[in-house]
């Protein structure tokens, strides 16, 4: 039983108009505890492929399951919720709250699931120490360099005890120090956690890291292999 | 900071809200001034005009007709000597012993031609009781030459722009010619015992002043009268007044009128002002508001791609749509609040030194005198004006905040975070 899984995955932008065939048939599993990058050129459906996977959009055909529930059966509401509770989110940038500070961006989604306030005080400076940013945790986003602030995404993301944490492109707008940086921590909350990550990248020094490397060309995939 | 409450709304949205509204200084303070200025600027727009009215509406009911009159049945449609009436004792005595009513006073009044060697005049002859009347409006006060009068006196006091119109001075004489109690011909020779300033320029037109008992000698009425006039304490309710009253005396006999029954055009001309005041007010809100929803559009448009990251990490539309709805309420409250605070010292400015519009304007002025009452305006202290402005502002900002709504009703996640 899979963590996640895709069946016959496509999808069709503007189907009515100039089709665009970004993802044409993806069956895919991922097992916990994986350390997966989505590779692949420029407009090959990565992110489209997350986006599906994580219930940000529909696919054109096809099913996703997380953890056996097919999220396609799910209300808008519901799948917000599902969000909320089972997947991490680290965006390519801009993941903060700019009017909260480090640890209230990551308190943040724990107030939202209603935990404890000590709860949420706890572990949201246990998480910002995981990502080498507790002195930071006061500050608000705009003092922080964008390998900061993609740290305390991750911080974010984890905070809510996902299932596995998706991230589309993290490392893009990092330079070698940051992106080495937040991929050790990323590889050692795997390691020593289990969390599962899944993350698309263009940049071969991220690509070295993975554990599994899924290729995407035109929208299939091509490669699938586990260094 | 409050205890963290198990509450099912998670209390941090003003929080946020608060926070973001700061995010923009700028355009938070412009909009903040833009409702500051509204509630300013209508607070103190009603204000004169209610205290204006107010004024006016006190004097004439101060200084001549009284709260409240009790007439012959049908005299106030058909005003006529031979609608007079006997006012015995025992009514006075059950009218007067309602705890609101100060007094009774019994009044003699009519229509006249009065007359010198040169001139003449329509004028309204009223009969009064020098002494009660004096007590309780204060005429002696307001005599501005000669002196006042006695009961049983043959001497009457003119109101003193119809003197300055007739020519005529304390000492002189003034011939009445009216018609009487059923068809007798009255008339009759006075000399002027002094002049009286009535606030109101259109009594101050036309009044003469008669003790009661000349007058009811002149009316040929023996001691009848036409009204009695009834002063209330200033707080009381007149129409629920008038309406205790009108149980308690025979309706068949008599009719008990409240001011705004025996002066309906009073009503009607305050309605009209009022109505102009709103339509203005309206215009100002119109203006406002079309600041505020700018703001509004501007607040939601830039951010988004936040939406669309909060969205997709788990946060529900209504909790964001709630946020905005405090961002902009909290504005809209804000300067509502300090609207209201700064508009207390200017109308009570206002209250303390009225304006004045004979200083202002002679057209206004004219206008003002038509209806009959002194262009001075003291601006009316009712907290109500200023509570009413401030929740107008905390309506009209809560229902455009219903705005973001629908904007994230509609927001795709996905598209937005292209943006
Ligand atoms: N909203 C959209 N409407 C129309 N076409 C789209 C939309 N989003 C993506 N596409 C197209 O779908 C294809 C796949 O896009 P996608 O963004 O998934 O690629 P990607 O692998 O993430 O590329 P990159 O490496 O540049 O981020 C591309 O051809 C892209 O132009
Ligand atoms: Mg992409």
């Known amino acids: 039983m899979s963590l996640i899984e895709t069946r016959q995955l496509t999808k069709t932008y503007n189907p009515e108009t100039v089709p665009v065939h970004a993802l044409r048939g993806v069956d895919l599993c991922i097992e916990k505890g994986e350390f997966t990058a989505i590779v692949g050129p420029s407009g090959s459906g990565k992110t489209t492929l997350l986006n599906i996977i994580g219930g940000l959009d529909k696919p054109s055909s096809g099913q996703v399951l997380i953890n056996q529930t097919d999220i396609a059966q799910l209300s808008e509401n519901q799948l917000i919720d599902f969000r909320r509770d089972h997947i991490g989110f680290v965006f390519q940038a801009y993941n903060l709250i700019p009017v909260l500070t480090a640890r209230e961006n990551v308190s943040f989604i724990m107030l939202l699931q209603k935990r404890p306030a000590a709860e949420r005080k706890a572990r949201a400076m246990e998480l910002l120490e995981a990502v080498g940013i507790a002195e930071k945790a006061d500050v608000r986003p705009i003092y922080l360099s964008g390998g900061q602030q993609q740290r305390v995404a991750v911080a974010r993301a984890l905070a809510s005890r996902p299932d596995f944490v998706l991230a589309d492109e993290p490392t893009a707008n990092l330079d070698s120090v940051a992106t080495k940086r937040l991929l050790d921590i990323m590889a050692r909350l795997n390691e020593e956690e289990g969390m599962t990550f899944i993350f698309s990248t263009h940049d071969q020094r991220v690509i070295d890291r993975a554990r599994r490397i899924i290729r995407l060309e035109d929208g299939k995939i091509t490669q699938d292999e586990t260094p | ?419």
């Open chain 2, 1 to 419: 900071m409050k205890k963290q409450k198990r509450t099912t709304e998670p209390p941090f949205l003003p929080l946020l809200a608060w926070r973001n509204i700061w995010r923009n200084k700028r355009r938070t303070l412009i909009t903040l001034l833009s409702v500051f200025m509204a509630v300013l600027l209508s607070s103190l727009m009603i204000s004169i005009q209610q205290g204006a009215w107010n004024a006016m509406i006190a004097n004439l009911l101060n200084t001549y007709t009284g709260y409240i009159q009790i007439h012959r049945k049908g005299y106030n449609d058909n005003p006529s000597v031979n609608l007079s009436f006997q006012a015995s004792q025992e009514l006075i005595r059950k009218i007067e012993s309602h705890p609101k009513v100060q007094i009774a006073l019994p009044r003699l009044e009519s229509f006249a031609l009065a007359s010198t060697e040169n001139l003449s005049r329509g004028v309204l002859v009223l009969g009064i009781n020098p002494e009660a009347e004096n007590a309780i409006t204060n005429l002696t006060a307001r005599i501005s030459k000669g002196k006042y009068f006695a009961e049983g006196e043959k001497s009457a006091l003119l109101s003193d722009s119809l003197a300055a119109h007739l020519q005529l001075q304390p000492g002189d004489t003034i011939v009445l010619l009216s018609q009487g109690y059923h068809g007798m011909s009255a008339a009759g020779k006075y000399s002027i015992a002094g002049l009286v300033h009535f606030p109101s320029p259109d009594i101050n037109r036309n009044l003469v002043l008669l003790p009661l008992k000349t007058a009811q000698e002149f009316y040929g009425t023996g001691n009848r009268i036409t009204s009695l006039a009834l002063f209330l304490d200033s707080d009381s309710d007149v129409e629920k007044t008038a309406k205790t009253l009108q149980n308690q005396v025979d309706t068949s006999q008599y009719e008990v009128l409240s001011w705004t029954q025996t002066m309906p055009e009073l009503v009607q001309a305050r309605d009209v002002d009022t109505a102009g005041a709103i339509l203005m007010l309206a215009v100002l809100y119109v203006i406002v508001s079309f600041g505020i929803f700018g703001t509004l559009i501007m607040m939601v448009r830039e951010r988004i791609y936040e939406m669309g990251v909060l969205i997709a990490i788990g946060m529900k539309r209504y909790l964001l749509g709630i946020m905005f709805w405090l961002e902009i309420t909290f504005i809209g409250l804000l300067g509502a609040i300090l609207g209201m605070i700064a508009s207390f010292p200017v109308v009570y400015y206002f209250h303390q030194h009225p304006i004045n519009m004979t200083q202002l304007s002679s057209d206004a002025t004219a206008i003002y005198e038509r209806f009959g009452f002194e262009p001075i305006f003291p601006a009316s202290m009712d907290p109500n004006i200023f509570v009413q402005q401030a929740l107008f502002i905390f309506l009209i900002t809560s229902i455009m905040a219903l705005y973001p709504f629908w904007t994230l009703k509609k927001l795709k996640v996905m598209e937005a975070m292209k943006s």
